[in-house]
């Protein structure tokens, strides 16, 4: 199972659920009503986002509100472009000598503008995945641990990838919340390898 289709439910300081959307929602449902006090946030483990629960039904209704094969609303299709390719229209601005130079060039502009993009993608994967994997992490860090002692200096340590100073900052913090933070970490660091 992949991170990137998993959510995580914290109930105060402490991880309540993981795994796939309707699971999560389920337990999420489940422990409101067995405490409805304790303050619930969900995140998705993607981009360390919180998710807002529709909880209305029984826990049945929540799962089945979040199955990956439930309806989703549909959304017009393009007419510019190339939709059946995947393509889609968008203005460019840039200068002449640059319109110059792309004419020039095998396949045309498009064609061009096309391979710089996937060179450029392609060069920068490890550090475009870093940078989200740490954007994911302040997210989820900002919202469970911004009244936490020491939180500006872990962020700052997290930012600039600092793995000791950010352990030493977090060091106080609860289990729960310091083990997902390390994911994040673990995801940066992986993605820059």
Known sequence: MNDDDQWV?????????????????GTVKRQLETDPHTPVLVFDRANGRVVDL?????EADVADRYRRDSPLPVTPARERGRPKLGVVSREVTLLPRHWDWLAEQPGGASAMLRRIVDSAIKERQGRDRANRATEAGYRFMSAMAGDLPNFEEASRALFAADRAAFETRTAGWPADIQDELGRFLLDAAGADA
């Open 9 to 25: 439910a914290f109930a105060g300081a402490k991880r309540i659920a993981t795994g796939l959307p309707a699971a999560v929602a």
């Open 54 to 58: 529709d909880l209305r039904g029984n």
